[in-house]
């Protein structure tokens, strides 16, 4: 399997732009994880979703930030409109079942919003 | 209130052992997790307790005390890839099915020869 794969690897963009990052997570894995990481709060988890269901976006800054499953092989995680303190790197993860611990990370997307 | 407490830097040198505290205060506890992270590159699994004790795996042994909110990393014969980020994280079973993780900010360390 390849991985969890996330696109694009990297994205500048101006403040007011909109900016879509997207997953695709490991086939047959049933929760999917969006999380951003800074060196101010380290790893934060937004949302997850488990088998193409949001159960939890809590972690969501605010409306400017969406987040969607549409099928089990494909996230999208929207800012819009897109703000420098914005800035991060972006990791999709996904996870196979309540019986399995591990998450499995895809490499992020560095968002860079000017 | 979640909190999850590392320390921020560690410096050691090649073949010594280093320990890597976590303690932590969450809602609840459903698993504790170890994850490394590379400079630039995602984290990557190294360990889980979810059970008072010692589990070990090869180089890498994690402890963990569920009476004390208490965890550590213990890394033998330190190599210089062994320089990296590591990431403790509490699965929280207050959430919703159990299953997201709070990290920690991490422990960056620098191994030198």
């Known amino acids: 399997d390849a991985g969890v794969i996330q696109s694009p690897r990297h994205e500048v963009t101006e403040m007011g732009q909109e900016v879509t990052l997207r997953c695709k997570p490991i086939s047959g894995h049933d929760y999917l994880f969006w999380y951003r990481q800074t060196m101010m709060r380290g790893l934060e988890l937004l949302i997850y979703f488990n088998n193409n269901v949001p159960i939890d976006d809590s972690g969501m800054p605010e409306d400017r930030f969406s987040a969607k499953m549409p099928n089990a092989s494909f996230s999208t995680l929207k800012i819009q409109p897109s703000e420098p303190r914005d800035s991060a790197v972006y990791f999709c993860a996904s996870r196979p079942g309540l019986d399995h611990n591990e998450q499995f990370f895809g490499p992020g997307t560095r968002l860079t919003v000017l | 209130g979640q909190n999850i407490d590392q320390p921020t830097e560690m410096t050691a040198t090649e073949g010594a052992i280093v320990q890597i505290n976590c303690t932590y205060q969450t809602s609840g506890f459903n698993g504790l997790f170890w994850y490394q992270q590379h400079a630039g590159e995602a984290p990557t699994f190294l360990s889980y307790?979810?059970?008072?004790g010692l589990e070990e795996k090869g180089r890498f042994s994690s402890f963990l005390s569920r009476s004390k909110g208490y965890s550590y990393l213990l890394l033998k014969e330190l190599q210089m890839k062994d320089s990296a980020s590591y990431l403790c994280a509490v699965r929280d079973s207050g959430n919703q099915a159990g299953t997201a993780l709070i990290f920690g900010k991490g422990t960056t360390l620098s191994v030198s020869s």
């Open positions: 307790n979810v059970l008072d």
